[in-house]
């Protein structure tokens, strides 16, 4: 009675289980929302991006490799199935675009570089091949921090064959025309209550010292 028992039990579970797979498999739309479209690594190195081109280019994210190439004719059958598998199997993080024809000038993808298993670490020899065989720019950028606008133009400029913009100096100085307070002439003087009348006096400042305040000052900003 007690084997009896146990069984009905052990089926009751086994049913529910099965019941519930069911249940769940039913549903074909088991998803839920993202918190952004972006990582936050991803959205910091976009506002970068976007500074770099000033609004040259129209940045389009997240797209597939099958939206930028497309299979070259005369292809078999066979190559045309097996090559387009492979563009659509793979992800761009940036392209750069011409804003009114959308023609595709660049391609940017981030790459974590502390670990080999990180976000596009391995180069991906199909990505960069597809894109050197179609002419497209390629570029991988390490995710590092304090990245520089400078820096990321002069990169752009590079693959694109453009000359590299000019590197803004580091501390900004601001000239002073003139010295912070009157300078004593270096002419000697001549006493007004001297006794002998037009006998010269020494001057109060050394040629040093007059030098030092006639130099311009310099303010760091």
Not at 111 to 140: M, Q
Request: proline content about 7%.
């Amino acid at each position: 009675m007690e084997f009896i028992m146990l069984l009905l039990v052990v089926l009751v579970i086994v049913i529910a289980l099965v019941a519930s797979r069911f249940i769940d498999n039913s549903n074909p739309f088991q998803v839920q929302r993202k918190p952004a479209l972006l990582s936050p690594v991803e959205r910091s190195f976009l506002g970068l991006l976007e500074k770099a081109v000033q609004n040259e280019y129209r940045i389009v994210n997240r797209v597939k490799l099958a939206d930028v190439l497309d299979v070259r004719e005369p292809a078999s059958d066979k190559s045309r199935r097996s090559i387009a598998l492979k563009l659509n199997a793979k992800y761009l993080d940036y392209v750069l675009c011409e804003p009114d024809s959308m023609k595709v000038i660049a391609v940017l993808d981030l790459v974590n570089t502390h670990s080999k298993e990180g976000h596009k670490a391995v180069p991906d020899w199909f990505v960069s091949g597809a894109l050197e065989a179609a002419g497209v720019p390629y570029l991988r950028i390490g995710i590092k921090a304090g990245y520089s606008v400078t820096e990321l133009q002069a990169a752009l400029a590079m693959k694109l064959g453009k000359p590299a913009p000019k590197a803004e100096p580091l501390l900004k100085g601001l000239v002073k025309k003139g010295p912070t307070r009157p300078i004593r002439s270096l002419k000697p003087t001549v006493a007004a209550n001297s006794p002998v009348v037009g006998k010269l006096m020494a001057p109060a400042l050394s040629h040093s010292q007059i030098k030092a305040q006639s130099t311009a000052l310099i303010q760091v900003s």
